[in-house]
């Protein structure tokens, strides 16, 4: 049997796995694509790293079929070039993924981005695996994202299709780093959640005690929630309003079967899906609704280079 090679770039990591043909793990490791500011371009690093990945396991490329890859920013997936990224990366608008990997290892290079993987993942062995049309979110430093419609990749015409972290749900809202204002990330990401307890830290409306000097962090506020502290149940709850109202409006747009919810977050059960599915379901047109379900999603980290082999399987 051949294996695939998969490649997960992020803005921090890039994670390399062997995969087999069911989209097995077979073996992984990551290393850093941040490590000094970007001077170093990603790319660089990403073909660096892949060479030590292969050396440190022993992989010939004779076993290899193909390298799929999925990538953080807006991609050309037909051409496997990045062009545009929400503006916080250096050195990463124009690599040439697809042409760099082919040339330097000399086997079928697939390119998509990354949440768009994270949802081909789920289709081909995740929790999307028995529907036909489904919204995958991620819910990390940003928001990403990937739509499924009768089993394929919504793409666009050139790749894009699927940029869930920058509609805009208040246009006279915070600015955001992709030169856009209101943007669904700037109110429904992680990081806008530790943002708002920061500022109402910063404000003392939290007890003297409640963080007892931990960071904030997910771990601390649902610590919190789990203490039914007042001021994080409150703080939460309209973040989550937020989260609730996007996935509205992506409902209304694309009618799917099923939304899945990606990202460390993901893993709060009781605390954040059931609630956010609560709301999801109180607020959409009850047609809607009929056959909607809402959860997490299933493969985690490894979502990303799972879904780049499927992609590469397809395509390659």
């Known amino acids: 049997m051949m294996d695939y090679i998969g490649i997960d770039i992020g803005g921090t990591a890039v994670k390399i796995g062997l995969i087999d043909e069911n989209g097995t793990v077979l073996k992984y490791n990551q290393y850093s694509v941040d490590f000094d500011g970007y001077e170093t371009p990603i790319l660089e690093t990403v073909q ?52 760099v990997l082919t040339l330097k290892f000399q ?53 894009l299709a699927g940029e869930l972290g920058h509609f805009t749900i208040d246009c006279h809202g915070t600015s955001c780093t992709c030169g856009n204002t209101g943007c669904y990330e700037q109110y429904a990401s992680t990081a806008a959640l530790v943002r708002s307890f920061s500022e109402a830290l910063n404000k003392g409306l939290f007890g003297a005690t409640d963080f007892k000097g931990c960071p904030i962090n997910g771990k601390t506020i649902f610590g919190l929630l789990a203490d039914r502290n ?80 499927y992609n590469c399987i397809n395509h390659s």
């Open 230 to 309: 007042p001021m994080a149940e409150e703080l939460f709850e309209k973040w989550l309003d937020y989260v609730a109202t996007g996935l509205v409006n992506l409902v209304h747009i694309f009618n799917p079967q099923l939304i899945l919810i990606g990202g460390g977050i993901s893993i709060q059960d009781k605390l954040f899906i059931l609630p956010l599915r609560e709301k999801v379901l109180k607020r959409i047109m009850p047609a809607f609704g009929k056959d909607l379900d809402l959860k997490a999603a299933a493969l985690g980290n490894d979502a990303g280079m799972i879904g780049a082999v």
């Open 48 to 99: 660096k790293s892949l060479e030590t990945f292969l050396e440190d396991f022993s992989i010939n490329l004779d076993r290899i079929k193909g390298i799929g890859v999925s990538a953080t920013g807006q991609v050309d997936s037909y051409s496997g070039i990045i062009i545009g990224t929400a503006g916080h990366i250096k050195n990463w608008i124009g690599s040439r993924i697809k042409e």
């Open 107 to 159: 086997l079928p290079v697939t390119v998509m981005n990354d949440a768009n993987c994270a949802a081909l993942a789920e289709k081909w062995i995740g929790a999307a695996k028995e529907v036909s049309d489904a919204i995958v979110v991620t819910i990390g430093t940003g928001v990403g994202g990937g739509i499924l419609i009768n089993s394929k990749i919504l793409n666009g015409v050139n790749g």
